[in-house]
């Protein structure tokens, strides 16, 4: 999952994928219902992915890892590792990207440039609690992180597990991404590999997929979703899961889904 969500976010996808497979979910560091550590870098995501992986597969075992934003970024980061080319049947990549995310980002509205990468440096490393879920923190999130067409429960629940996160942690965390660099992760990531985005995506922008695609070793196709923000397993949960479930069938032998 991504950065202040945590499992939950993809709530439709364990419960429509567990009825005819395993699915393994967990919450990245300080998130959700896993404690925080003072080691917040792009190794120690790779590090939990690998340690999930070691614990939940079995010797031989391979599974699909969907990851969206900075779980996408846990997959690049851990690209290099062993465990990782050893478990992976396939890989799934929504909504991410591997550098350049300040940068690139458009969710502060004026023209690419210095000015526009401070400002968004400043609103997405805000130290400020986000408070209670209230109609205009409805708003703003719905701006920042979704499409124009989000259904109102869509928002309310990303609401919900946004500003659940504690406050220490997205700030922790921000200052990680504002630094990401995983571009030669991209480039070792040699798995099937499919990559999803919304057009509306103001916080990783469609130029950030087409840059993983053309960066990866084995990309099996980009989807990119008219209208859709930034939580595309949240915003079209059908298309994900069936994105996941066709990655399964074509290049993972046993039926696990992680």
């Not at 999952?1 to 300080?30: E, K, M, N, P």
Request: proline share 7%; aromatic share 4%.
């Amino acid at each position: 999952h991504g950065w202040t969500c945590s499992t939950a976010f993809w709530a439709a996808q364990i419960r429509d994928l567990a009825v005819d497979h395993r699915v393994v979910a967990y919450d990245q560091r300080g998130h959700g219902r896993s404690p925080a550590s003072p080691a917040c870098s792009v190794d120690a995501l790779a590090d939990d992915l690998e340690a999930v992986l070691e614990a939940t597969l079995a010797p031989g075992e391979k599974a699909v890892i969907a990851g969206h934003s900075m779980g996408g970024m846990t997959v690049m980061a851990a690209a290099t590792r062993k465990n990782l080319r050893e478990r992976a049947a396939a890989v799934l990549l929504c909504s991410t990207g591997s550098s350049r995310l300040v940068a690139e980002s458009t969710v502060v509205p004026i023209r690419p440039g210095r000015l526009r990468t401070w400002l968004t440096q400043r609103v997405l490393g805000s130290r400020a609690p986000l408070g209670p879920v209230t109609p205009v923190a409805r708003r703003i999130l719905r701006y920042g992180t979704m499409g124009p067409g989000s259904a109102p429960h869509m928002v309310e629940a990303c609401a919900r597990i946004v500003h659940a996160c504690p406050r220490k942690v997205r700030y922790a965390w921000s200052q990680v991404l504002d630094l990401l660099d995983l571009d030669h992760g991209v480039r070792s990531l040699d798995v099937p590999t499919a990559v999803v985005v919304g057009t509306a995506d103001r916080l990783t922008p469609p130029v950030q997929a087409r840059a993983l695609v053309a960066a990866l070793p084995h990309c099996v196709g980009l989807t990119e979703l008219p209208g859709v923000g930034h939580m595309t397993p949240v915003e079209a949960p059908d298309l994900v899961t069936g994105t996941i479930r066709d990655l399964v069938m074509t290049y993972a032998t046993l039926k696990e889904g992680a």
